[in-house]
């Protein structure tokens, strides 16, 4: 349902990629999020949307609240090589 709410804007098409983020709000599991994932790519490739990169995990919480959200972004080549760029920071590490 979230990804049919997302796609039906109009913004993503074939051959686009983009960026992935399934966020969990705090009390949903790694394995959970991981199954929505799952999901979530077979849905983009059905439509033939490629995968850029995917981001799983807790990074935007609400206080061990269950449940999740999807987050997706559509890269060019300038986006890309922002998103690979090497990462430190307090909340978030990708180097």
Do not use: W
Request: aromatic share 8%.
């Amino acid at each position: 349902m979230i990804m049919q709410n997302i796609l039906k804007e109009g913004l993503y098409q074939q051959n686009d990629e983009v960026v992935v983020l399934v966020n969990g709000l705090g009390a949903t599991s790694q394995m959970e999020l991981y199954i929505i994932n799952k999901e979530v790519a077979a849905i983009l490739n059905e439509r033939n949307i490629k995968t850029y990169k995917t981001y799983i995990g807790n990074f935007i919480t609400s206080m061990e609240m269950g449940g999740f959200s999807v987050t997706l972004m559509k890269v060019d080549e300038t986006l890309k090589r922002c998103i690979s760029h090497p990462v430190d920071c307090p909340n978030f590490k990708e180097v």
